[in-house]
T-cell receptor
Framework: GENVEQHPSTLSVQEGDSAVIKCTYS??????FPWYKQELGKRPQLIID?????GEKKDQRIAVTLNKTAKHFSLHITETQPEDSAVYFC???????????FGPGTSLSVIP | GAGVSQSPSNKVTEKGKDVELRCDPI?????LYWYRQRLGQGLEFLIY????????KSGLPSDRFSAERTGESVSTLTIQRTQQEDSAVYLC????????????FGPGTRLLVL
């Protein structure tokens, strides 16, 4: 089955700097890659997703890139703010009707 | 509209007792997931229901864990003979796959086994 790895497990950046979180997946059939943000004590929420027919997607300060050949995808957050501090989970799925497998998470701390 | 709800929000039980956790998905969502999240850890997939298809139970950690879903509505996760290692937050999520793969999570049930 699908296996998703995520690095780093923890990340600290200064406010205003960029943060990059990287994920790899094992199943070459995976074609949907969402990212969820979980603030302390709250439920995970989708922040951005990308499909295999697209190499990059941006939404304001957040961007995701996908390299299907290498089975890598990354989350980029620019101009980080303290409210970006949270745990970020990447995930992969093979189809709309298949389960989503999450990575272990990255705890991001943005230092004011 | 109403989001995903879960009950109870907190549950304290004694080792060896059975517990039942409930999830009410967003109305009309055909897909429903259960995850376990231990303190400071990731989202561990447990079980996935999609419409009338047979559920994907590949994530259930032992035969003490089972889940049912009534049609495309309420789901219950049952843990029999609870152990201390079952202590975690149990999260439920639902989605409508042919519209969007976005999973909408409930607030979770925090289970503590003493």
């Amino acid at each position: 089955g699908e296996n998703v790895e995520q690095h780093p497990s923890t990340l600290s950046v200064q406010e205003g700097d960029s943060a990059v979180i990287k994920c790899t997946y094992s199943d070459s059939a995976s074609n949907y890659f969402p990212w969820y943000k979980q603030e302390l004590g709250k439920r995970p929420q989708l922040i951005i997703d990308i499909r295999s027919n697209v190499g990059e997607k941006k939404d304001q300060r957040i961007a995701v890139t996908l390299n299907k050949t290498a089975k890598h995808f990354s989350l980029h957050i620019t101009e980080t703010q303290p409210e970006d501090s949270a745990v970020y989970f990447c995930a992969a799925s093979t189809a709309s009707y298949d389960k989503v497998i999450f990575g272990p998470g990255t705890s991001l701390s943005v230092i004011p | 509209g109403a989001g995903v709800s879960q009950s109870p929000s907190n549950k304290v039980t004694e080792k060896g007792k059975d517990v039942e956790l409930r999830c009410d998905p967003i109305s009309g969502h055909t897909a429903l997931y259960w995850y376990r999240q231990r303190l400071g850890q990731g989202l561990e997939f447990l079980i996935y229901f999609q419409g009338n298809s047979a559920p994907d139970k590949s994530g259930l950690p032992s035969d003490r864990f089972s889940a049912e879903r009534t049609g495309e509505s309420v789901s219950t996760l049952t843990i029999q003979r609870t152990q201390q290692e079952d202590s975690a937050v149990y999260l439920c999520a639902s989605s409508l796959p042919w519209v969007s793969e976005t999973q909408y999570f409930g607030p979770g049930t925090r289970l503590l086994v003493l």
